[in-house]
Nanobody, 113 residues
Framework: VQFVESGGGLVQPGGSLRLSCTAS????????LKWYRQAPGKEREFVAR????????DILDSVKGRFIVSRDNAKRMTFLQMNSLKPEGTAVYLC???????WGQGTQVTVDS
């Protein structure tokens, strides 16, 4: 099982980024996927969840209306569209299926002017 995140970078406050996660090693379309983030010196935090069909999702309250989670089962990918980014969004972002203990390397997002 492997998760590979990409799409992070440096963005100014108010900017946008689209993160991607490619998964392998399991039947992708059968599992819900989650995005987490870990800011420096803080605990890892849940950000978003999307069900196997892509029709239902949950979003962290503090990013609702700004972040959108989606998936493409044919490509074995999940995405996190992040709009109106704030400095507190600076973190390493990771994706995961809870059925597995594997974590990817994550992708660094830095929101700074």
């Amino acid at each position: 099982v492997q998760f590979v995140e990409s799409g992070g970078g440096l963005v100014q406050p108010g900017g946008s980024l689209r993160l991607s996660c490619t998964a392998s090693g399991f039947i992708f379309g059968t599992l819900a996927l989650k995005w987490y983030r870990q800011a420096p010196g803080k605990e890892r935090e849940f950000v978003a969840r999307i069900d196997p069909t892509g029709r239902r999702n949950d979003i962290l309250d503090s990013v609702k209306g700004r972040f959108i989670v989606s998936r493409d089962n044919a490509k074995r990918m999940t995405f996190l569209q992040m709009n109106s980014l704030k400095p507190e969004g600076t973190a390493v972002y990771l994706c995961k299926a809870d059925e597995y203990t594997t974590w990817g390397q994550g992708t660094q997002v830095t929101v700074d002017s």
